[in-house]
């Protein structure tokens, strides 16, 4: 089975697919189509999704949501399964994206600090991406679509666990580690 989360940024999508990465039975793979990940033993970048291979019973795919992207409909033909996973505090969401920008911390511990000045044009390829994803898959009501506030708040990783309905994946352990904001500072060993 081919499963693909298609997500929002900070939205939770990583964390979500590290669960799904410690199962023996998954290979795992974080954003294929973004050019600063490394292609890997399954795939080179640019490749299209058709030819993709693993080793393993499932492969789940990762990506944030690019309606522009020419090898989106590729994926989501193959895919099974496809999740559609969004955020509904559109400020913290964005607080989060400004941060991961500045520090370039994309999934690390980080301390709130306030606000954050940065270009507009950072602000706005968020609400793009949201808005579009929203308008393409969301509203479509095709696909299967959960919030990160009900992925991690109201236990809505059942929902999840019901609709790719494979005997191997059951709903223990999840979340899989931590949040990546912290409220005070974060502390290091250097």
Do not use: C
């Amino acid at each position: 089975m081919i499963v693909t989360i298609l997500s929002e940024p900070r939205s939770g999508s990583t964390n979500l697919a590290k669960w799904f990465s410690i199962n023996k039975d998954f290979t795992v793979l974080f954003e294929p189509f973004n050019p600063d990940m490394k292609s890997s033993k399954w795939y080179k970048f640019g490749e299209s999704p058709t030819i993709w291979k693993y080793n393993t019973k499932h492969l789940l795919i990762k990506e944030i949501y690019d309606k522009n992207h020419p090898q989106l409909n590729e994926l989501m033909g193959i895919s099974d399964k496809i999740i559609i996973l969004y955020r509904e505090d559109i400020e913290t969401q964005t607080e989060s994206w400004i941060n991961a920008h500045i520090t370039k911390n994309w999934d690390n511990g980080w301390a709130y600090k306030g606000k954050i000045n940065v270009s507009e044009d950072v602000v706005e390829s968020l609400y793009d991406i949201k808005s579009s994803l929203k308008a393409d898959l969301i509203d479509s009501n095709r696909y299967f679509t959960i919030s990160y506030e009900e992925l991690y708040y109201n236990n809505g990783f059942q929902r999840i666990i019901d609709y790719i309905d494979l005997p191997e994946v059951q709903n223990i352990d999840f979340p899989y580690g931590t949040k990546y904001r912290v409220d005070g500072t974060v502390n290091k060993l250097i």
